[in-house]
């Protein structure tokens, strides 16, 4: 995509106290857990761009994902985040690869304050094993595949303006834990 594009779509840049509260990091992270008490604790709505896109496409992500491919997906989860971004103020949880999407990516970096939610190997394949919805998934060696995905990611992730470690303890500590950096986060955009 053209940068020309990029700049069309991503939009004008808001104010730190009016932007979402945008949750990034691998599949497994806790991104709709915490994302969910994360609102919670501010009075905010709470959106998942995996569910809205299932809304918007009338099918599951996996189904999405035979049927379309991962370019389709990337378009629709793209316009959904870009659409979520433009309404009131609240908090995202957003698939693990649309942070890695540039033009996603751009939209919010206008338009949230993004959270990265990072965990080790160990602890993605303990929550993942337990639903078979994630078709990037579905390997002969998934967790050889976590492991690439990590190596690929985890640089592009660390740009996020906060980043919160999800170990394993109470999500309501992690969800303290944002609280407690979300006001210096928003000073640095504003200085
Ligand atoms: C994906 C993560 C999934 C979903 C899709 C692709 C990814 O979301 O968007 O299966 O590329 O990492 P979760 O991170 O919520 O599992």
Redesign the pocket.
């Known amino acids: 995509m053209q940068l020309q594009d990029e700049n069309e779509i991503a939009g004008t840049p808001v104010p730190p106290e009016e932007r979402a509260i945008v949750l990034v ?5 806790g ?2 857990t915490v994302g969910r008490r994360l609102a919670n604790a501010l009075h905010l709505q709470f959106h998942d ?2 569910h809205e ?1 299932e809304t918007a496409a009338g099918c599951s ?1 996996t189904d999405f ?1 035979e049927k379309y491919g991962e370019p389709a ?1 990337r378009e629709g ?1 793209r316009r959904v985040i870009a659409r979520l971004l433009d309404g009131p103020r609240h908090v995202l ?6 942070f ?1 999407d540039p033009t996603t990516r751009e939209i919010i970096k206008r338009k949230g304050i993004s959270v990265w939610l990072r965990a080790d190997l160990d602890l993605l394949m303990a929550r ?1 094993a337990k639903r078979q ?4 998934l579905k390997t002969a060696d998934p967790r050889a595949t976590m492991q690439k ?1 990590m190596d690929e990611r985890y640089p592009v992730y660390a740009g996020a303006n906060i980043t919160v470690d999800s170990n394993g303890g109470p999500h309501e500590a992690i969800v303290q834990q944002i609280v407690h950096q979300l006001a210096s986060a928003m000073e640095k955009m504003t200085s």
């Open positions: 990091g691998l599949m497994g992270a991104k709709s761009a995996d896109i992500i994902f997906f989860e949880a957003t698939g693990g690869g649309a890695m993942v919805t994630r078709p990037l995905l």
